[in-house]
């Protein structure tokens, strides 16, 4: 059986340790211990995204706490950032899975405007940062949040503003008839 003594003294190390880091890991403002911000700075300088906004999809009284971060892309409009994302996407090899202009190949189309994940900025961006299941790796931590962005753009310049899912071969628009 351990003496008292000696529990007692390695509890308190412990405890010391956790502070001595705690107060070196400058959290210490008022409410450092309660939940973690939406969006904060790591020590390398880099943000960490916990949340991105879904507002078509939260469920009844969540997020409670935390607000949801709305992301902005911040290269959007931005024609050389667009150049850039057109050669990233062929660098990080994207062009194997969703095809030369996005057509789709092994992975989805790019190209027709329908995503499955939703297709504002922010959504893109999650794909792109988390991966997707079934095939889609994750880049978050590979590669930098504005390499990214700028992919964010690319990829959604592909579709031209239109959705090809409902024109014909001429270009032209199909109505949609039916029940």
Same mark, same amino acid.
């Not at 003496?3 to 007692?8: G, N």
């Not at 939940?35 to 969540?62: C, K, L, M």
């Not at 092994?106 to 995503?115: Q, T, V």
């Not at 990829?155 to 409902?166: C, I």
């Given at each position: 059986m351990m003496?008292?003594? &000696?529990? @007692?003294r390695t509890a308190l190390g412990v405890a010391l340790v956790a502070a001595i880091a705690w107060w070196r890991s400058g959290t210490r403002?008022? !409410?450092?211990? #309660?939940? *973690? $911000? =939406? $969006?904060?700075?790591? +020590? #390398? !300088?880099?943000?960490?995204?916990? &949340? =991105?906004?879904? *507002?078509?999809?939260?469920? %009844?009284?969540?997020p409670s706490v935390d607000k949801p971060l709305a992301?902005?892309?911040? &290269?959007?409009?931005?024609?050389?950032? @667009? #150049?850039?994302?057109a050669q990233l996407y062929i660098a990080y090899n994207c062009i194997d899975c969703h095809g030369a202009g996005g057509s789709g190949s092994? /992975? *989805? #189309?790019? +190209?027709?405007?329908?995503?499955h994940f939703g297709g504002r900025p922010a959504e893109v961006f999650e794909s %792109?940062?988390?991966?997707? *299941?079934?095939?889609?790796?994750?880049?978050?931590?590979?590669? /930098?949040?504005?390499? %990214?962005w700028m992919l964010v753009s690319y990829?959604?310049?592909?579709?031209?503003?239109?959705?090809?899912?409902?024109e014909n071969f001429t270009g032209r628009t199909v109505e949609r008839t039916g029940h």
């Open positions: 003496p008292r003594r &000696f529990i @007692l403002e008022a !409410g450092a211990l #309660s939940a *973690p $911000s =939406v $969006s904060q700075v790591n +020590a #390398s !300088g880099h943000d960490t995204i916990r &949340f =991105v906004e879904h *507002p078509d999809t939260y469920p %009844i009284g969540w992301l902005a892309n911040p &290269f959007e409009g931005n024609a050389s950032a @667009l #150049s850039m994302g092994m /992975g *989805p #189309s790019l +190209a027709d405007g329908r995503w %792109i940062y988390q991966g997707r *299941p079934a095939g889609m790796p994750a880049w978050g931590g590979r590669i /930098g949040n504005n390499q %990214i990829v959604r310049s592909l579709n031209g503003g239109r959705d090809v899912s409902t």
